[in-house]
């Protein structure tokens, strides 16, 4: 059964820094494409940054510069680097571990950013 748990959300000051951390459980994790999507209130979910299994990266225009996603294979986990978090940042972030036709989700992780 494939877990995902998502830790690091909270409430932080615009300009302010998070790391959030998801650990992946019930899949082959280096296969996968991993990634953190986020949904604000009244809106759909978005990609914010993905890794391959290769070690690509991807992101989502409004947090270049400032977001960097990693992953530990060792430790089955990927890690979401928030620095410079700005308000419109506030969403709930998830978790999605991606492999051929297979995605997977974790229950999300609040992100609250105050101006």
């Known amino acids: 059964q494939v877990r995902l748990v998502e830790s690091g959300g909270g409430l932080v000051q615009a300009g302010g820094s998070l790391r959030l951390s998801c650990a992946a459980s019930?899949?082959?994790?280096?296969?996968?494409?991993m990634g953190w999507y986020r949904q604000a209130p009244g809106k759909q979910r978005e990609l914010v940054a993905r890794?391959?299994?290769?070690?690509?990266?991807d992101y989502a225009d409004s947090v270049k510069g400032r977001f960097t996603i990693s992953r530990d294979n060792a430790e089955n986990t990927v890690y979401l680097q928030m620095s410079s978090l700005k308000p419109e940042d506030t969403a709930v972030y998830y978790c999605n571990a991606a492999l051929l036709a297979r995605d997977s989700w974790g229950q999300g992780t609040q992100v609250t950013v105050s101006s």
């Open positions: 019930g899949i082959i994790f280096r296969f996968n494409a």
């Open positions: 890794i391959t299994s290769g070690g690509s990266t």
